[in-house]
């Protein structure tokens, strides 16, 4: 993982609320290791999602904060693996096309790679938001 002065995703969150957060059912679980049961529905037998993104204005409920800037996820280490797996654009050195839309949506720019470099004093709400 890159060290860097602030995570981007913490001035953003605009994936939390750009997509339908579907996973596997059993996922969801009360033994407090998995994806609270309270916070989900179900899509179909083995389908579950996360309160909230099922609409057509989508926006999960365990996302704290106001997108664009800052956020939190309530439920962070017990998120679905769809959450975890989600990669912001160039993170790993890969651009990824789902996190330029979510931010799109919400009139942030995309990410680059600069933004992912050590010790970048990087603050979200300093740039400048697409027209
Ligand atoms: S569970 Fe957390 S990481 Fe996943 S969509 Fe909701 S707020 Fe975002
Ligand atoms: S849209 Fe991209 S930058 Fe924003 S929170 Fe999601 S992964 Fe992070």
């Not at 280490?77 to 839309?101: E, I, K, L, N, Y």
Request: hydrophobic fraction near 35%; charged fraction near 15%.
């Amino acid at each position: 993982m890159i060290s860097i002065s602030k995570n981007p995703c913490l001035t953003c969150g605009a994936c939390c609320a750009f997509f339908r957060v579907s996973f596997y059912w059993a996922e969801a679980g009360e033994d407090g290791t998995g994806v609270p049961v309270a916070l989900t529905g179900r899509l179909s037998t083995h389908r579950a999602f996360m309160l909230g993104t099922n609409a057509s204005n989508p926006r999960c409920v365990a996302l704290k904060g106001e997108i664009g800037q800052e956020v939190h996820c309530a439920i962070h280490p017990q998120r679905a693996s769809v959450c975890r797996d989600f990669a912001a654009s160039w993170q790993d050195g890969q651009h990824q096309a789902g996190c330029d839309q979510a931010r799109a949506k919400y009139g942030l720019l995309p990410l680059e790679p600069h933004h992912w470099q050590p010790n970048n004093p990087f603050n979200l709400p300093t740039l400048p938001k697409a027209a």
